[in-house]
């Protein structure tokens, strides 16, 4: 009788954040250009997570077309500054900076919200593949930046599967690996003993973050080749 109850409790509370967390935002923008760039973006229900992302779309030919360059200038650059980071930089034989490499911009998804602010899924497309990114963002209902919310993949990285959750909690889950008391580079090449790492943020009622929770497991992992991601074998 105990565990039923607690079931329906479980049920209940995940119904009342699903009301709580929609997409009435997104008929208030007040910004006509901004609402152009929002429409390029598909509405996805929550929780989304790398394994969904890596699921649905080949983030090199993903199903949506570019981001416009002037949509780029208006909305994902600040004092004509990208807000996304470099992937790298391609330097000459004398080491100097030969070119910053910031990979290609498509529309994945807007997300739902718990306020006057949008959160939406760009992905940064490496020209080479290696590098490949997937990020979450706000913004205000003009079209300011808000704040980063996720970086919910990144290819060749130590994240396992970063999420955020039907509460807008925001997990960045990743592997970490000590030698001799020190944190190093995981391997690639064999199954190995390690920790589970969660870093929560909750996603405010303003598009802001907060620090919410840390834990650290023990468990085995191991290099997915295909994915370039590490996964937890148990």
Request: hydrophobic residues 40%; proline residues 5%.
């Amino acid at each position: 009788m105990k565990s039923t109850l607690l079931s329906i409790l479980f049920v209940l509370s995940n119904l009342l954040a699903q009301c709580q967390v929609n997409f009435d935002a997104y008929n208030s923008i007040i910004n006509p250009s901004f609402e152009g760039f929002v429409a390029l973006f598909s509405q996805k229900n929550l929780p989304l997570s790398a394994d969904i992302i890596l699921a649905e779309q080949d983030l090199q030919n993903p199903t949506a077309a570019l981001i416009p360059s002037d949509m780029i200038d208006e909305f994902l650059k600040e004092d004509g500054v990208h807000l996304i980071s470099k992937l790298y930089d391609i330097e000459l034989e004398d080491g100097q900076p030969d070119y910053t490499e910031m990979g290609a911009f498509y529309p994945l998804y807007k997300l739902p919200t718990d306020g006057d602010y949008v959160m939406l899924v760009v992905s940064q497309a490496d020209p080479y593949g290696s590098f490949d990114r997937v990020h979450v963002m706000t913004f205000d209902l003009s079209g300011q930046f808000i704040s980063f919310i996720n970086t919910l993949y990144a290819k060749n990285s130590i994240d396992i599967n970063n999420k955020i959750d039907i509460n807008l909690k925001s997990y960045y889950n990743y592997v970490l690996y000590e030698v001799a008391g020190q944190d190093t580079d995981p391997p690639r090449d064999r199954q190995f003993n390690g920790f589970e790492a969660n870093s929560v943020y909750q996603v405010t009622s303003d598009g802001q973050i907060m620090k919410d929770s840390f834990t650290k497991t023990p468990g085995d992992f191991m290099w997915e080749t295909n994915e370039k991601r590490y996964k937890r074998v148990n």
